[in-house]
């Protein structure tokens, strides 16, 4: 019979991998607009869920459905656009 004991420390995660990393903050950190634009959408939705949307409830998610797009638009063009200055 062969132990498995040796595997343990491969798949247990260490307290270093608990945490985010710096990049990994400042990743979330850039999206935030987006995260919280997509709660905003989450959230119109749920409201809607057990009974009928009425027309205050259709403009509600209409708006946050615009306010997704135009933020992922708004960190798409942030993320293709060349940073000035610095060395080239």
């Known amino acids: 019979m062969?132990?498995?004991?040796?595997?343990?420390?491969?798949?247990?995660?260490?307290?270093?991998?608990?945490e985010p990393t710096p990049d990994e903050l400042d990743a979330i950190e850039h999206e935030m607009p987006l995260i919280l634009a997509e709660v905003?959408?989450?959230?119109?939705?749920?409201?809607?869920?057990?009974?009928?949307a009425s027309e205050l409830d259709e403009r509600r998610i209409r708006r946050a459905r615009r306010k997704v797009l135009a933020t992922r638009r708004e960190l798409t063009n942030?993320?293709?656009?060349?940073?000035?200055g610095g060395a080239a």
Request: glycine share 0%; net charge negative.
């Open 40 to 52: 905003e959408l989450l959230d119109a939705q749920i409201m809607t869920i057990d009974r009928p």
């Open 78 to 84: 942030r993320a293709s656009t060349p940073l000035t």
């Open 2 to 18: 062969k132990s498995i004991a040796a595997l343990q420390a491969v798949v247990t995660a260490t307290a270093s991998d608990a």
